[in-house]
């Protein structure tokens, strides 16, 4: 028997030094008013193994979305898993679906627009070329769910 996980974003952060890979991310305390969405996807978008993702505090920078997350896939049809996965979990977990869906068919770039949250599933070679984490590299990143390690 499988136990059930829920998915719940972090109730606490420890606030003194918040550090991923050597950069500043946000603490709790600061992304109070970001809408959770953004977390529940980050964790389907890693239980379908996503690479490189990246979520980003877009308040204060654009006024297109309060945040962006981005990732990519090996492939085209892992591209398509992880937004079938995200589309999923927000509807099922938070009542939330998208207001648009875009480059599902091809699977090189999927935008998934829930208004206050952009998801962003690249391939590869169209995350290097797009780089939109070099052109919002002014905005803050959010500390991402701790991602449990395969079992051996």
């Given at each position: 028997?499988?136990?059930?996980?829920?998915?719940?974003?972090?109730?606490?952060?420890?606030?003194?030094?918040?550090?991923?890979?050597?950069?500043?991310?946000?603490?709790?305390?600061?992304?109070?008013?970001?809408?959770?969405?953004w977390f529940?996807?980050?964790?389907a978008?890693?239980?379908?193994?996503?690479?490189?993702?990246?979520?980003?505090?877009?308040?204060?920078?654009?006024?297109?979305?309060?945040?962006?997350?981005?990732?990519?896939?090996?492939?085209?049809?892992?591209?398509?898993?992880?937004?079938?996965?995200?589309?999923?979990?927000?509807?099922?977990?938070?009542?939330?679906?998208?207001?648009?869906?875009?480059?599902?068919?091809?699977?090189?770039?999927?935008?998934?627009?829930?208004?206050?949250?952009?998801?962003?599933?690249?391939?590869?070679?169209?995350?290097?070329?797009?780089?939109?984490?070099?052109?919002?590299?002014?905005?803050?990143?959010?500390?991402?769910?701790?991602?449990?390690?395969?079992?051996?």
């Open positions: 028997m499988q136990a059930k996980v829920t998915r719940k974003p972090p109730v606490s952060v420890d606030t003194e030094a918040a550090v991923v890979l050597g950069e500043e991310v946000l603490v709790q305390e600061e992304t109070a008013d970001v809408s959770p969405t529940l996807a980050a964790q978008a890693q239980d379908k193994q996503a690479v490189d993702l990246v979520a980003l505090d877009l308040r204060g920078v654009t006024t297109m979305a309060d945040t962006f997350l981005i990732c990519h896939g090996r492939n085209n049809r892992q591209n398509q898993a992880i937004a079938d996965e995200i589309e999923s979990v927000l509807k099922t977990e938070a009542g939330e679906r998208p207001v648009n869906i875009e480059g599902y068919q091809t699977g090189e770039w999927i935008l998934m627009d829930y208004g206050d949250l952009v998801v962003h599933v690249f391939s590869e070679k169209a995350r290097t070329y797009y780089d939109l984490d070099r052109l919002y590299r002014e905005a803050k990143k959010l500390e991402l769910p701790v991602d449990p390690q395969p079992p051996q």
